[in-house]
């Protein structure tokens, strides 16, 4: 089995290095006490550096080098400031206008690829996400198209979106002609659209003012923006779990492993610069041992996400796999990022150094993209009803089976 | 305007990044520089920023040239990543242990065997030895014009041009016709990060590898047998920090301070 990154893998990552050593690197401090002017200015120069065109084919404008070289991307981007990518909306964008197709993919599908549209699949209600049968946004039919009512919330980046992919209620779930999943259905609901407005935005503990409250207030979307055409009515689950599935979960494991990876860098430096007993730290067993964890921890969800990410770009679905590689994405950068907390003893809690910012990142992740919980169940449902990979063929735990 | 054929010689260096990994061979007094990874020095890298500037607003093409072991293809890589549409690597282990003179023969003889060229650019010193000699000695190979220093570079009609070029307390502006040879100063232009196409582009293109045979150079002036300069010897600079305390009010401290300061030239005279 070759273990090893295409030489243009590698390449997309010396070259995403650069970018976040230019761009990132030399501003953390700005970044520190206030993050609001590079934000604006990295959605943009992201967009136009076009690290989503990864995952875009070369005959549609992209690189065609598929989810490793996107994983690759975001992981570098994060590991130079642990949220600072917008590479995940930019290939949502993409995912969303093909799932759509028409008008829809004419409209939009330029702008894609020349990195000015991004936009964010949005499903959590303050009720709940995982829980899709109790959400609570509703659309209507009317004449042309659906009038759409109801309040999302915890978006990322919900605020600077073009567009957005909204799962909403189209019938009862106990309703026979709509039962259970077949009640829901997606919409593009752009943002210039009567009726749509951002609500308010919620401080985390990484970031002010960083989840978005999306509100939706008697909408009209035409029946071209009707995710899956004419039929997609009743069928709005596949194309959201397959955006979250592909771009959501995949980035948000790479964007952990850049907290893991940003960590480890931050670890391993400061380990063998840092005097303590007439040497440096890094002769200590007690260092070196969370070191090798670290270095354990980055080897194995690496190789995680990058597996999961090469079976998708096989055309492959591989929902276990992608939650496995969040799942233990998560668990990596939890520990990691609390190693190099403690391996730099009180610096590691000061503003002005790294090792805090990768601590308070993490958390942010346990839920996006679905929990732990979540995770576990999707795995579990593979492994138990669809038996598995347990010889690990090429094909994923959905497709091998016993 | 015409396109022009712009060349652009690199030069491959140990990533300053590691530089804490290198050390002196006291036997060879050669850098060793095994297990390092190398870059494009950074000045070589304004120099084919500028080219790429030049090549989209008047057209032609940007081909690189260096020297080096076989492992110097990385550079021409990140060269291709850049957006550069050939590249060149001199390669045979005739070449190794040049000086600065021996260098410029073997560039320049490649050069001339490339055909026909408009420009030349290139940093105006490498990162490592940092001697500003190659451009000039490639030029006289040449038999061409060459300006140093330059940081930058006007079209003020097809073939002439007008370059900026730093000299003590100030700068001086020239003229010159093409072909030219510029060395340029990192104050030129501030180059670009590669495009993400830039991962195909380094992966797809094929730089030439060129032996000592295949350019056609007289093996007496190439490599170290070529090179008149001569080093009898290197030394590593020990740097060790020295505490003093100084004693007494604060007030009287400052002033001993700053007269410490003066004294050894950190701080102008009163």
Redesign the interface.
């Known amino acids: 089995m070759p273990f090893q990154l ?4 590698e ?2 990552r ?2 995403t290095q ?2 976040a050593e ?2 990132i690197v030399p501003r953390r401090k700005e970044l520190q006490i206030d993050d609001k002017a590079i934000w604006k200015e990295q959605v943009i120069k992201q967009g136009k ?3 989503h ?2 995952i875009i084919p070369r005959e549609e404008g992209g ?1 065609g ?1 598929g989810f490793v ?1 996107s994983c690759i ?1 975001v992981e570098e981007l994060c590991a130079a400031w642990p949220d600072l990518q917008f590479v995940t909306y930019y290939e949502f964008a993409y995912y969303f206008v093909k799932a759509t197709g028409g008008v829809v993919e004419e409209k939009f599908l330029p702008g894609i690829v020349s990195g000015d549209i991004k936009a964010s699949a949005v499903v959590t209600e303050p009720v709940g996400g995982s829980d899709m049968l109790g959400l609570q946004t509703t659309a209507r039919k009317v004449d042309g198209g659906w009038v759409l009512n109801g309040r999302k919330c915890f978006v990322e980046e919900g605020e600077v979106c073009d567009f957005i992919m909204i799962l909403v209620k189209t019938g009862d779930p106990n309703d026979p002609a709509t039962p259970g999943a077949r009640s829901l259905s997606a919409f593009i609901v752009e943002k210039d659209m009567p009726g749509y407005r951002v609500g308010r935005l919620e401080d985390t503990i990484a970031r002010k003012e960083d989840l978005a409250e999306l509100i939706l207030d008697n909408v009209f979307v035409p029946d071209s923006h009707v995710v899956g055409g004419e039929k997609g009515i009743g069928r709005g689950i596949p194309p959201v779990f397959t955006a979250v599935a592909d771009i959501g979960r995949m980035t948000i494991s790479a964007m952990l492993n850049g907290i893991t990876l940003g960590s480890y860098r931050c670890a391993v430096q400061y380990a063998k610069e840092r005097m303590a007993y007439g040497k440096p730290i890094a002769e200590l067993q007690a260092i070196q041992h969370r070191i090798a964890e670290m270095a354990i921890d980055l080897e194995a969800t690496r190789a995680l996400t990058y597996r999961a990410a090469w079976l998708r770009t096989q055309g492959v679905r591989c929902d276990a796999e992608q939650a496995i590689a969040k799942q233990y994405a998560t668990q990596a950068a939890l520990r990691c990022s609390q190693h190099v907390v403690n391996i730099h003893g009180a610096f590691g809690v000061l503003e002005d150094y790294m090792p805090q910012r990768y601590y308070r990142h993490a958390p942010l992740r346990i839920s996006a993209g679905g929990t732990s919980e979540l995770m576990k169940n999707l795995i579990a449902i593979s492994a138990i009803q669809r038996d598995g990979n347990p010889d690990l063929s090429s094909k994923s735990m959905d497709e091998a089976g016993w | 305007m015409k396109p022009l054929n712009i060349i652009v010689c690199i030069k491959p260096v140990p990533d300053s990044r590691y530089w804490d990994r290198l050390s002196l061979d006291p036997n060879t007094k050669v850098l060793r520089r095994e297990g390092i990874p190398i870059i494009i020095s950074p000045l070589d890298k304004n120099a084919i920023e500028e080219a790429l500037r030049i090549k989209e607003a008047r057209g032609g093409k940007v081909t690189v040239i260096s020297m080096g072991p076989a492992n110097t293809v990385e550079i021409l ?2 060269a291709f ?1 850049l957006g550069v549409d050939d590249a060149v690597l001199l390669t045979d282990r005739a070449f190794a242990g040049a000086d600065t003179l021996a260098t410029a023969y073997a560039l320049a003889s490649g050069i001339k065997k490339l055909g026909e060229f408009d420009l030349i650019l290139l940093g105006n010193e490498s990162l490592d030895g940092s001697t500003g000699q190659v451009g000039p000695q490639v030029a006289e190979f040449l038999d061409i014009p060459h300006v140093t220093n330059v940081e930058k570079i006007d079209f003020i009609d097809e073939s002439t041009l007008r370059v900026r070029t730093r000299i003590e307390f100030g700068y001086m502006v020239i003229e010159t016709q093409l072909p030219v040879t510029l060395a340029v100063t990192r104050e030129i232009n501030e180059p670009r ?8 582009w ?2 797809e293109k094929e730089a030439k590898q060129w032996s000592a045979d295949d350019v056609g150079v007289d093996k007496d002036r190439i490599g170290l047998g070529g090179s008149p300069t001569y080093v009898p010897e290197v030394s590593n600079i020990e740097l060790e920090r020295r505490g003093e305390v100084l004693e007494g009010e604060p007030a009287e401290i400052a002033k001993q301070l700053v007269e410490r300061l003066r004294a050894d030239g950190v701080l102008p005279e009163a």
């Open positions: 295409s030489p243009a893998e390449q997309v010396k070259m650069e970018y230019r761009e550096a076009g690290f065109l990864h690189t080098l070289a991307a | 890589a990140s990543a990060i590669p495009s993400v196409f830039g991962a195909l380094a992966t």
